[in-house]
């Protein structure tokens, strides 16, 4: 067994493990699941989902708080479903999440509407449903959303989203808490936005937000974040009728194992262990109780990202002078994580393998050379035809899939114990040119 599947069954990541030299997914055989739906697979564990939900909820029992889980690590209605019925809220960043969170039968009254471009049609839809807040991330925005909550004689309740300009240790791209970022409202100008805000008709002020980045495996850097906001946070208090403040999400996972980083002591000495739930949640509930708020959570890639695997078929085995090539049947359309960030993904076969091992690229169908999942990684011998589980899938897998190179969206499946279910199609040729449409000319002269 892989060192990482052990440790992860220890350490209740995730329900991902070999049995009798094959890998299941709770009490669910992979290689049936992707006899039955094909490959290119997610197949997502609803009991992992729920146990990470819960303890993160357990772990924060002594606090008023609402985890409001962040739609856009993976927006599958079942996934969804799952956790409104948990009693989670939702994070959105569009109007597209929020239809899908009522889709999925959750509560409007329990989301929290981000992103730093909300459109006229976005916020008037979040206004009729009635969104928790609405998390302001510039003046402009507070300005465009009053207006529009004028016009529809409706209120708006939001929360400015505060850059708190701390260093999150994280990719670039996915780092969002400093000044130079896009993101949030600088500290020193905050004051004056609230004040501003406190003078809007159709604008109620119900919190204060931030969010320092993604894949954050430390818990510094919250720590620091909030002993930054807490003196403004009391200032804003005896002001105004704050009710809630948002730590943001940002939690990282494991992606790692020992096997393939060749130290057996990896689990026991790792410096980028990612941070278990008791250690985040003891580094900042003491902060958080004495800011007296209600506390928002808005954790994405923690929930669902440990979750997941994605399913691949090796089509073909292909060795040039120097190199060796597994070439599957998922591309970077299907998971973009390892082209977009350099992202680490662990692979491992469906059918455990005891041989030893040699480097291979393994590597998507696409037309791109960033179009690989993994580099000289060492793997026990591949053939055509044999699956592979792509680990750690869950978050901003699907999500962010794409039909790039005219490849049909993969199928989803979820477990709940010994039964899986699909949970979206795969799609097909036709669904490739749906909506498009042949041109119609219309000739328009000056
Ligand atoms: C992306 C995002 C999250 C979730 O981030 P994770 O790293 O997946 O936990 C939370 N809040 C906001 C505002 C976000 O943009």
Redesign the pocket.
Known sequence: MHYLLIAATILGMHSFHYRDGRLYCEEVDLAKAAEAFGTPLYIYSAGTILDHYQRLDQALAGLDHLICY?V??NSNRAILHLLAEAGAGF?I?SGGELYRVIRAGGDASKCTF?GVGKSREEIEYALEQQVYSF?IESEAELDYINQIAVAKNLRAAIALRVNPDVVAPTHKYIA?GQSENKFGVPLDRVATVYERAAKMPNIIIRGIQM?IG??ITEAAPFVAAIETITPLVGKLKSRYPLEFFSI????GIAYESSIASGRADWWAANRSHPLTISDYANAIVPQLEKMGLRILL?????LVGNAGVLLTRVRYIKETGQKKFAIVDAGMNDLIRPALYGSYHEIVPVKESHASTSKIDIVGPVCESGDFFAQERDMPPLQAGDLLAIMSAG?YGFAMASTYNSRPLPAEALVRGDKVALVRERQVLEDLTRGEVDPKWQQRRP
Not at 298 to 302: A, D, K, T, Y
């Open positions: 962040a856009k690590a994070d960043v981000a998390n969002t969010h993604s894949q943001g999400g940002g939690l808005e954790p994405g890639r923690l978050a």
